[in-house]
């Protein structure tokens, strides 16, 4: 077994542990579900915020973005806010540069009116990022976001995928889609 491979299976007991809550709930996308995967519940534990950083890093070096391609992570805020910052302190204490972006919903209306914080994305190759996804809209509407600004996005990863049509309406879109945990990897296949 890798270390990824145990950081994964750890992570998988941490999200299930922690974030899996169960009974019946309408989604954000208006799906119906007897499960909800309350994400920051996870993203913003003391034991569970450093593994998704390394685990997602891992994940993009497996697939072959990291750390030659890809310079910057972050999606709409805020799910992808702490797994964006989890990275990239993951990155920084392997010694390795990584920065973090926040794409708002909307562009402030005051001060720098900007829609995209953090580092400049004009001319980078970025990485859109999510906690869990459920139809992909979240993470599709931060890609238009970075394309907009300039932006190379690369791919999309999540956390968690609930495996209800987010995959496929990101590759339909023309990028890969990857995740670090499925259904079956939380016993909720």
């Known amino acids: 077994m890798s270390t990824n ?3 994964r299976a750890r992570l998988a007991e941490l999200v299930n542990e922690l974030a899996v809550v169960h009974g019946q709930v309408t989604l954000a996308s208006g799906l119906e579900s007897d499960f909800y995967v309350d994400m920051r519940r996870a993203t913003l534990h003391h034991e569970a915020a450093p593994l998704i950083g ?5 994940m993009l070096e497996e697939v072959g973005l990291w750390p030659d391609e890809v ?3 972050g999606g709409l805020t805020m799910g992808a806010d702490p797994v964006a910052t989890a990275m990239l302190h993951a990155a920084a204490s392997r010694g390795l540069d990584l920065d973090a972006f926040v794409v708002r919903k909307a562009a402030k209306d005051h001060g720098m009116k900007r829609r995209i914080e953090g580092p400049a994305v004009e001319g980078r190759q970025v990485v859109v990022l999510e906690d869990t996804s459920t139809t992909g809209g979240s993470p599709l509407e931060a890609v238009a976001a970075l394309r907009e600004a300039g932006a190379q996005v690369l791919a999309v990863a999540v956390v968690v995928d609930r495996d209800t049509g987010a995959r496929e309406r990101v590759e339909a879109a023309g990028l890969p889609y990857y995740a670090a945990l499925g259904l ?3 016993g909720l296949a």
């Open 71 to 73: 310079t910057a992570v």
């Open 184 to 186: 079956e990897d939380l």
């Open 5 to 7: 491979d145990s950081h």
């Open 54 to 58: 390394h685990v997602m890093l891992d």
